[in-house]
């Protein structure tokens, strides 16, 4: 079936750092891929998508490129934040699975002073 | 501003009691989810429906049933709470296209 491995948490940074979280995955059509961010006592948001090879998401700041030939989607960011201290989710949408989305475990980022 | 609902945020309650967690969407979405989200963060999915009258059970096993009778509305229950129960519980809605999710704020529930 569908999986999403992420990058073990916590990870911690200082502020202005460059960010990477790795993702990779394992689906059986050509699925869509996502990146949901969850602040401290709040539901998940949608941080940013790819919904075929090659392209790229971004959104404040962040960015992801869909390597079909790596399986991967991993998370950037040139500088953070403090604010951007979150728990940050990789996701994919199985198509032909009536577009349920399969989750990472997470990944806790710590962004300090 | 959020589209989807949920409420209570917070709920601390004793074993043994008949439990409603509400979710409402006004997004016109047909696709709703329950999540349950453990403390290490990960998240399974306990419910799903597609549609009016449409209710499937998810990946992780649940005391708890849901029903569709509205196109908006999502309520989870679980009759006999238990310490068990406690966690994180999240409302999504989808539609039909590859814009992902649309979470609410989720449900803190604590059984005491």
């Known amino acids: 079936g569908d999986s999403v491995t992420q990058m073990e948490g916590p990870v911690t940074l200082s502020e202005e750092a460059f960010l990477t979280i790795n993702c990779t995955y394992t689906?059986?059509?050509?699925?869509?891929l996502f990146w949901y961010v969850q602040y401290p006592g709040e539901g998940l948001q949608l941080l940013l998508k790819?919904?075929?090879?090659?392209d790229k998401g971004s959104n404040k700041g962040f960015e992801a490129t869909y390597r079909k030939e790596t399986t991967s989607f991993h998370l950037e960011k040139g500088s953070v934040q403090v604010s951007d201290s979150a728990v940050y989710f990789c996701?994919?949408?199985?198509?032909?699975?009536?577009?349920?989305?399969?989750f990472g475990t997470g990944t806790q980022l710590k962004v300090e002073l | 501003e959020a589209d989807i609902y949920q409420t209570p945020r917070y709920l601390v309650i004793g074993t043994g009691k008949k439990i409603t967690l509400e979710c409402s969407q006004t997004?016109?979405?047909?696709?709703m989810y329950w999540y349950q989200q453990d403390p290490g963060m990960e998240l399974h999915l306990i419910h799903y429906?597609?549609?009016?009258?449409?209710?499937e059970k998810g990946d992780l096993s649940s005391e708890s049933t849901v029903s569709r009778i509205r196109t908006e509305h999502f309520p989870l229950t679980l009759e006999s709470a238990r310490p068990s129960h406690t966690s994180q519980y999240l409302c999504?809605?989808?539609?039909?296209?590859?814009?992902?999710?649309?979470f609410g704020s989720g449900t803190r529930l604590t059984v005491v």
């Open positions: 429906s597609y549609g009016v009258n449409s209710t």
């Open positions: 999504a809605s989808s539609d039909l296209t590859d814009y992902g999710y649309t």
């Open positions: 997004m016109g979405h047909d696709k």
């Open positions: 790819a919904t075929k090879a090659d």
């Open positions: 996701a994919l949408s199985d198509r032909g699975g009536g577009n349920k989305l399969t």
């Open positions: 689906a059986t059509g050509y699925p869509s």
